[in-house]
């Protein structure tokens, strides 16, 4: 989009962040040194303009491009004479590129001819048309993605990777930082087009932090550039890369803190405009309603008591995966099904919070044995299921690393009663002798049956039946 004003004092010039010329056009060439256009690309702008204050025009640069408005510049000519220019500074496109990182000025002599200032001022509104259209665009763009997904962590993770995608092009990480109920921070994922610190280790930093987590991770400032706490250049170091920029972003749930997200970015990249920064924010408070949405499904989904998913989420992803395998035979999917041995002697014995404290504790252990792919569901009583999208030798491997947890963890169901668990198990894969999802989880609980009628604590693969 290079276009030109008709005035001996008048420019358009195309720069990156960093101000380095791309494209100019129409600039007197009393004003610049060296005068041949072609060696003044790459080269600093302010570094080009005679007797430029190279402070002074930053300063009103960046307030240009925050607030739209034009500013006044006194410049000298090669001829040490003073001359008295306007300018106007935004983003641009880039050969029909939008460009969030690009700047376009528009210098005019101060009290141009009508033509020339009516021009200007079409040129300024086509401008902020385009930002609102693109920025129309980036919402349409990412609603399209989420608005039909109801699972909380993914709607977080497509919102990173959109902000990432379509503001730091790919030279950003984002982290998502939650609390949990004792307050103490926890790295949940991580998020980065090209180089992403290492997870483990940020989780490790992290949760090293005190029991009482930094404020930036319980308040809803934002910090930029210069406001960067110190904890985040160890948090986020990278060798041989410079921490420049941190964004806070708070997620919420009503008045409920779930966790912030923190986007960050090294050198060269000059990171985001406030313009960037206002609409991310306005877009966050535009897709509450779906993380909250999402978040209310999840939590419809999820047993109280175990935190696992409860029986409806295990029929609605059960049905969904079971009909996948019927049509592609290469979709592999087994199922676990295990039940309490001797449970309602713990009950019977030491009451009913007692039994609560083992059934959570049993949700913790096969959690912490499960694969993060893994479906863990508490499928009634003291009964539970795990769907895995695998045959069924690795179901039984997940089964015997579970055993071994049980046997290794004693757990406590009240002051000095300590309670070794033992399950038994039943596990099955598709095959074509199963005909719907129901006979398939009969053909399972039949060999969990089996395993409780030929001594418990074990398992049987119901293939071995007959």
């Not at 300024?124 to 990412?142: G, H, N, P, T, V």
């Not at 939590?299 to 998913?309: H, N």
């Not at 029929?315 to 009909?323: D, G, I, P, W």
Request: charged share 25%; aromatic share 10%.
């Amino acid at each position: 989009m290079i276009s030109s004003i008709e005035n001996p004092f008048a420019a358009i010039v195309y720069l990156d962040r960093e101000l380095h010329i791309l494209e100019l056009t129409h600039l007197a060439n009393q004003l610049l040194e060296p005068k041949d256009q072609t060696s003044l690309k790459g080269r600093r702008l302010d570094e080009c303009i005679n007797g430029c204050d190279a402070k002074k025009w930053q300063d009103l640069l960046q307030k240009s491009i925050v607030t739209g408005k034009t500013f006044e510049l006194r410049l000298k000519t090669s001829q040490q004479k003073n001359i008295h220019l306007r300018f106007f500074a935004s983003q641009t496109k880039l050969d029909g590129q939008t460009n969030p990182n690009g700047i376009l000025l528009f210098f005019v002599k101060v009290e141009p001819p009508p033509q020339v200032a009516l021009q200007l001022e079409l040129q300024m509104m086509e401008i902020a048309l385009d930002r609102k259209s693109y920025e129309l665009k980036l919402f349409r763009d990412l609603l399209a993605q989420i608005k039909r997904i109801q699972n909380y962590d993914e709607v977080i993770y497509i919102l990173m990777k959109f902000i990432c995608e379509s503001f730091l092009l790919g030279h950003g990480f984002f982290v998502k930082v939650f609390t949990d109920s004792s307050l103490r921070a926890h790295v949940s994922s991580t998020f980065s087009l090209k180089e992403s610190p290492n997870l483990e280790g940020l989780r490790q930093k992290v949760c090293s932090l005190t029991e009482n987590p930094p404020q930036y991770l319980l308040a809803t400032s934002k910090y930029w550039r210069e406001e960067i706490p110190d904890v985040f250049h160890q948090l986020f170091k990278i060798e041989g890369k410079e921490l420049t920029g941190v964004l806070h972003l708070p997620i919420k749930f009503g008045d409920e803190l779930l966790g912030v997200l923190q986007l960050g970015h090294y050198a060269p990249h000059h990171g985001l405009t406030p313009e960037d920064i206002e609409f991310i924010g306005l877009l966050l408070q535009q897709i509450d309603p779906f993380i909250e949405s999402a978040k209310l499904f999840e939590m419809s989904m999820i047993d109280d008591l175990t935190q696992v998913f409860n029986k409806r989420y295990f029929k609605l992803t059960a049905e969904r995966e079971f009909q996948k395998t019927k049509k592609n035979p290469d979709h592999k999917m087994s199922l676990i099904l295990l039940d309490i041995d001797h449970f309602k002697k713990v009950n019977d014995t030491y009451g009913h919070i007692a039994g609560d404290r083992a059934l959570k504790a049993l949700g913790e252990i096969l959690t912490g044995s499960a694969r993060s792919h893994d479906f863990v569901c508490r499928y009634g009583g003291e009964e539970f299921a795990i769907l895995l999208m695998e045959p069924v030798e690795i179901a039984q491997l997940l089964t015997e690393r579970i055993m071994k947890n049980l046997h290794n963890t004693e757990i406590e169901l009240g002051p000095g009663i300590q309670y070794k668990m033992t399950a038994s198990f039943g596990l099955s894969s598709i095959d074509q002798s199963v005909a719907s999802l129901e006979d398939w989880i009969e053909k399972t609980d039949r060999a969990l049956y089996e395993s409780k009628k030929t001594g418990r604590n074990k398992f049987t693969i119901a293939s071995t039946l007959k």
